[in-house]
């Protein structure tokens, strides 16, 4: 294992190391990690391809969720008053309830939150032989006669895709019987290459029967939506502070701290801002088709990109007083991020970190790490595609696979009554020239050229394992199933699906607590003392019952 041991303090060749797993795999499996995993560093100018958003290697242990995770638990998993019924074994639904750690907040105590419940068919094994149809409608008819909701979402779990219940003709049939919005989603857990399908799943089906229900626009000169911003620990409510203070009218979040209305009147907005690209820039894409509304990449996660991100979309409005006032909340609000960041700097500065995070996350995290003045050494995506890492100028490139088809496109095109552009083609390229550019996105690897780095696809157990051996990261943030093997190793491990207990961590105030968090990580002495008894003392003796 010499070539992946540090020498002198030097970080190992990304090459050597990548070299060093492929060598224990079979020589077809080898074939097809080598694809998706690549290198980048200083020289690097153009990021290299990486092969992405293909289906795990039966045997390898991989860090995914499945399309019904993406469909049911992320997109509509933080919206309140919308009653989400899995229709499948009871193990799938509570697998989704809550573990995401959304946040929500009612207006009133009396209003609608159907969150804290876990709403299922409970399917046994003779619906799996008889069918679960007949089920499906009595779950749906008792869920309305106890809360009465706006709206009822049905969720296929693979069993259902397998004995071919219909749930859209259900759902069909109890709209019409209640007079409530009901909708289903074919989002059987085998349907897709990874949660990304669900996602896509997930949007359009709300874009089909939701947005678009109510043109009642609120009040407000400079109207928003935020996409792919999901309010785990809170964030959202962090971000509505900001954009209040400013005074920009947030008409609708996807999904972070929604509700079935904000969804309906999302075509009332006159910018759409995209936080996790992945998981919702099909829905930007649709917005603009048929409503006219353009949108823009942001990234509320950092003190220096939520600056930035606040003036772009003052920028972005065209007006004197919308920009002043954001500087002047900026100029309000940085002085508490700088004292926080001066108190941990010291401690911080020259810290490593790898992040292996689904959607953009294993992106933007890299620039609240670089506020601290840590290095991000290996980085990749759980279901990221390659526009994500590489941006999205290698879109028309991407050919479409077996996988990707499963999904079901529909086709949008101009609303006649309600299509309205917001900005003309020569107010987007002045807007363009100021540094507000519209439906682009570099990707991950744009911003890793500083130091000699590993981007990797789909990580899994192996080589997690392989990668904290060969770099002994100072903090390593991934998802739940790779916590405690980490820890294990003698690493701390941050949780960046569910932040553990912890968050906020988007905007100014996030960012302080994301500092004061990893500080107490990265230098807490606790984790060298996580040794297995084999490992102290490889010689254990035993004795045999006979003996």
């Not at 209305?261 to 894409?285: E, G, K, P, W």
Request: charged share 25%.
């Amino acid at each position: 294992m010499s070539v992946i041991k540090k020498k002198n303090g030097a970080l190992p060749d990304p090459e050597q190391v990548k070299n060093e797993i492929l060598a224990k795999y079979p020589p077809k499996v080898a074939r097809k990690r080598a694809k998706q995993i690549v290198t980048t560093g200083p020289g690097t100018e153009t990021p290299p391809e990486i092969m992405a958003n293909v289906r795990t290697i039966p045997g390898i242990m991989t860090m995914r969720g499945c399309t019904y995770a993406g469909c049911k638990g992320v997109i509509l998993g933080p919206t309140r008053d919308i009653v989400n019924i899995t229709h499948g074994p009871i193990g799938c639904g509570f697998y989704s309830w809550l573990t995401r750690r959304n946040q929500t907040r009612p207006p009133t105590p009396e209003s609608e939150n159907f969150m804290p419940y876990c709403f299922s068919t409970d399917m046994q094994d003779e619906n799996i032989i008889f069918g679960g149809e007949k089920k499906l409608r009595a779950a749906i008819q008792e869920a309305y006669d106890l809360f009465k909701p706006k709206a009822i979402a049905v969720f296929s779990t693979c069993p259902v895709g397998l004995i071919g219940d219909d749930v859209h003709a259900i759902s069909r049939e109890m709209k019409e019987k209640l007079g409530i919005n009901v909708f289903a989603f074919s989002c059987e857990g085998y349907k897709g290459v990874s949660q990304s399908a669900g996602h896509h799943i997930a949007n359009n089906q709300i874009f089909t029967h939701v947005v678009g229900k109510d043109d009642t626009a609120p009040e407000g000169r400079f109207r928003i939506t935020m996409l792919g911003e999901y309010n785990i620990g809170g964030d959202a409510f962090e971000i509505e502070r900001l954009l209040e203070k400013c005074g920009i009218t947030l008409v609708a979040s996807f999904s972070g701290n929604s509700t079935y209305d904000q969804f309906a009147r999302a075509h009332t907005a006159d910018l759409c801002t995209v936080m996790c690209h992945r998981s919702i820039n099909y829905v930007a894409d649709m917005l603009e088709t048929k409503y006219g509304i353009p949108w823009i990449k942001v990234n509320f996660i950092g003190a220096k990109a939520t600056a930035k991100s606040l003036r772009r979309i003052a920028a972005y409005f065209e007006d004197k007083e919308l920009i002043d006032r954001v500087e002047k909340v900026i100029a309000e609000e940085m002085p508490a991020v700088e004292a926080a960041r001066g108190d941990v700097l010291p401690r911080t500065t020259g810290k490593t970190a790898m992040l292996f995070v689904g959607g953009s996350r294993a992106h933007h995290y890299q620039e609240l790490f670089g506020e601290m003045g840590m290095k991000t050494l290996s980085a990749g995506y759980e279901f990221g595609h390659r526009d994500d890492y590489e941006g999205r100028r290698v879109i028309p490139d991407i050919k479409v696979d077996a996988d990707s088809r499963n999904i079901e496109e529909i086709e949008v095109s101009a609303d006649e009554k309600r299509f309205r552009p917001r900005k003309t083609e020569e107010q987007k390229q002045g807007l363009a020239s100021s540094g507000v550019t519209f439906k682009e996105y570099e990707g991950l690897m744009a911003d890793m050229k500083d130091i000699p780095a590993a981007v990797i696809d789909d990580l899994n157990q192996y080589e997690a394992e392989k990668l904290v051996e060969a770099y002994k990261p100072d903090i390593f943030c991934a998802g739940i199933k790779e916590k405690f093997s980490i820890q294990k190793l003698g690493i701390p491990m941050k949780q960046l699906h569910s932040y553990d207990s912890g968050g906020p961590y988007a905007g100014f105030k996030g960012a302080v607590n994301f500092y004061q968090e990893i500080d107490r990580l990265v230098n807490s002495k606790v984790f060298s003392y996580a040794k297995a008894p084999w490992q102290k003392n490889p010689e254990l003796s035993a004795t045999y019952v006979w003996e």
